[in-house]
Nanobody, 128 residues
Framework: QLQLVESGGGLVQPGGSLRLSCTAA????????IGWFRQAPGKEREEVSC????????RYADSVKGRFTISRDKAKNTVYLQMNNLKPEDTAVYYC?????????????????????WGQGTQVTVSS
């Protein structure tokens, strides 16, 4: 069974940093676009960042530009979300997802991506 597993969440003070990991099981995540999403209580899920296959095109939500960085470690079959200068409004459950219908498309994140495989999520809480 294909899987995406998130880890790295936790409690951090405002201005702090966390690195989230999204590790794929039974498929090569480097071949596919990977997105990071978040959902805060009472709010709709929003896309935070997306990375196309390989080291292709990336995109970021305006609210995290300059603070978050998405990257891949091909050897570990993992996509990271480095989050710096965290703010209380970044508090949410963070999910990663992929679209297995878009293999080897290094421009996928320049347009609409139909994310259809999701991880279970990891909680990020930013509070003093």
């Amino acid at each position: 069974q294909l899987q995406l597993v998130e880890s790295g969440g936790g409690l951090v003070q405002p201005g702090g940093s966390l690195r989230l990991s999204c590790t794929a099981a039974r498929f090569t995540s480097d071949y596919y676009p990977i997105g990071w999403f978040r959902q805060a209580p009472g709010k709709e899920r929003e896309e935070v960042s997306c990375i196309s296959s390989g080291d292709g095109r990336t995109r970021y939500a305006d609210s995290v530009k300059g603070r978050f960085t998405i990257s891949r470690d091909k050897a570990k079959n993992t996509v990271y979300l480095q989050m710096n200068n965290l703010k209380p409004e970044d508090t949410a459950v963070y999910y990663c997802a992929t679209d297995l219908s878009r293999p080897l498309d290094n421009n996928a994140c320049s347009g609409n991506v139909d994310f259809d495989y999701w991880g279970q999520g990891t909680q990020v809480t930013v509070s003093s």
